[in-house]
């Protein structure tokens, strides 16, 4: 509980600032200690945040409502609460948007570092490539049962 009141005081406000921080940010706040416990953190968070993805992706295959552009964007390995409130201020309203932004615009115009906006950048091409084929299928699937009952 202490580390974590240490954490807010230091400004980390959700998981997915604790996966974009460094190991000597981390490391720096009081009852972490050292940069190995940051590390950990740096790992549990992307975890979390990958559940996170994987439970939206889930949810997104067996529903048959329209996907809102920003759900989509949360959908995508790297993009969190966080990154796309950025994103969608700086204009990016969409994956697509995203995916065929020159890395350094993106990092300027959402204010992301150079290797965040080239991650998300590379996941946002790879989730259209991928993934979100085969969340479409599954919401054809499911919108074709739904027609059937």
Same mark, same amino acid.
């Given at each position: 509980?202490?580390?974590?009141?240490?954490?807010?005081?230091?400004?980390?406000?959700?998981?997915?600032?604790?996966?974009?921080?460094?190991? &000597?940010? @981390?490391?720096?706040?009081? $009852?972490?200690? %050292? *940069? #190995?416990?940051?590390? /950990?953190?740096?790992? +549990?968070?992307?975890?979390?945040?990958?559940?996170?993805?994987?439970?939206?992706?889930?949810?997104?295959?067996?529903?048959?409502?329209?996907?809102?552009?920003?759900?989509?964007?949360?959908?995508?390995?790297?993009?969190?609460?966080?990154? &796309?409130? @950025?994103?969608?201020?700086? $204009?990016?309203? %969409? *994956? #697509?948007?995203?995916? /065929?932004?020159?890395? +350094?615009?993106?990092?300027?115009?959402?204010?992301?570092?150079?290797?965040?906006?080239?991650?998300?950048?590379?996941?946002?091409?790879?989730?259209?490539?991928?993934?979100?084929?085969?969340?479409?299928?599954?919401?054809?699937?499911?919108? &074709?049962?739904?027609?059937?009952?």
């Amino acid at each position: 509980e202490q580390v974590a009141r240490s954490m807010y005081r230091a400004g980390f406000r959700a998981v997915e600032e604790l996966a974009d921080a460094s190991d &000597a940010e @981390l490391s720096g706040i009081p $009852g972490v200690g %050292s *940069v #190995e416990a940051a590390q /950990r953190l740096k790992t +549990d968070a992307d975890k979390t945040l990958e559940v996170l993805r994987n439970e939206r992706i889930e949810h997104a295959k067996t529903s048959t409502e329209p996907l809102e552009p920003r759900t989509r964007l949360l959908m995508v390995k790297g993009i969190g609460e966080r990154t &796309a409130t @950025l994103l969608d201020e700086a $204009g990016y309203k %969409s *994956v #697509e948007d995203v995916a /065929r932004e020159d890395e +350094d615009k993106l990092a300027n115009k959402a204010g992301l570092g150079s290797a965040k906006a080239k991650g998300v950048k590379a996941s946002a091409a790879q989730f259209l490539s991928g993934e979100w084929k085969a969340v479409e299928d599954a919401r054809k699937r499911a919108a &074709a049962e739904q027609a059937k009952a």
